[in-house]
């Protein structure tokens, strides 16, 4: 079986950036053995002690079975991270200020609840955006947030810092959390595709190396991003540093992103 990445074409948004093409077959390299895993409650919980998690939304590289058992390379496309917008998964506004920052930091997390059916994601992301913004937030804490099935969604503007509960200054850490409780369930191979396409195109997008892809913990005490997705972190470098300066990222309209929820939710 052959895996073709397939994704949508970018069009004019605060975050397109340019469409190259290359080999995606290291990066699918990747997934191979990474098993999905569903589980759980419903939880809104912290990332961490008190981060709550947030959202962040890519809904990322989707892909596609190639059928044929060809024995050439498959036509591979340029990845494309397509991002239910704020709007789409139902987002308040932003309250208050936040703190402009510049990323130079790829720094991973995780929501830290159990994962739960993928029809209650949108409303947990709402819970997490509910719970941040009780700790006197502006936003969600994170710029993204990828759920299981490797959806994105967009978080806080990319433009301002995140917010945490624990004691690091996240001002330049661009911040994406996958939904889980990764000390206890493993991310999903399409969760974490959806995670690597995110901080490649994070990277080439301010400039930062993929050896600075770390783990909430590396700045933190907290179990965050858990023990099953930190034991990644060398493989995930690995791969964000294969898929740099390919991948294009498109938030899609409301429709298109009230659609994609509506699928999420059925
Ligand atoms: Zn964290």
Not at 108 to 130: F, K, N
């Amino acid at each position: 079986m052959l895996l073709v990445a397939c994704y949508a074409v970018t069009t004019a948004s605060p975050y397109a950036s340019p469409v190259t093409r290359r080999s995606f077959l290291a990066a699918l390299a990747g997934l191979v053995g990474l098993g999905a895993w569903w589980a759980g409650q419903t939880r809104p919980s912290a990332d961490g002690p008190a981060e709550v998690p947030a959202t962040s939304g890519l809904d990322v590289v989707r892909q596609a079975t190639d059928t044929t058992l060809a024995t050439e390379p498959p036509s591979l496309e340029t990845p494309v991270i397509e991002v239910i917008s704020r709007s789409g998964w139902g987002a308040a506004p932003p309250t208050g200020q936040g703190v402009r920052h510049t990323i130079e930091r790829l720094t991973i997390h995780h929501t830290a609840g159990s994962q739960s059916a993928i029809s209650l994601v949108p409303q947990r992301i709402r819970d997490y955006q509910a719970a941040h913004m009780g700790n006197d937030w502006p936003d969600i804490a994170y710029h993204f947030l990828i759920d299981r099935d490797g959806n994105v969604y967009e978080g806080r503007s990319i433009d301002l810092a995140g917010d945490t509960s624990t004691d690091y200054d996240p001002t330049g850490h661009f911040v994406p959390a996958m939904e889980g409780d990764f000390s206890v369930e493993r991310p999903s191979a399409t969760q974490v595709n959806s995670l690597v396409a995110l901080l490649a195109w994070a990277g080439q997008e301010f400039g930062v190396s993929a050896d600075e892809v770390r783990g909430h913990r590396d700045f933190a005490s907290t179990a965050c991003p858990g023990d099953l997705a930190y034991g990644m972190l060398d493989e995930i470098r690995v791969r964000v540093k294969q898929l740099m300066g390919d991948v294009s990222l498109r938030v899609l309209s409301d429709q298109e992103s009230l659609d994609r929820v509506a699928a999420v939710e059925r």
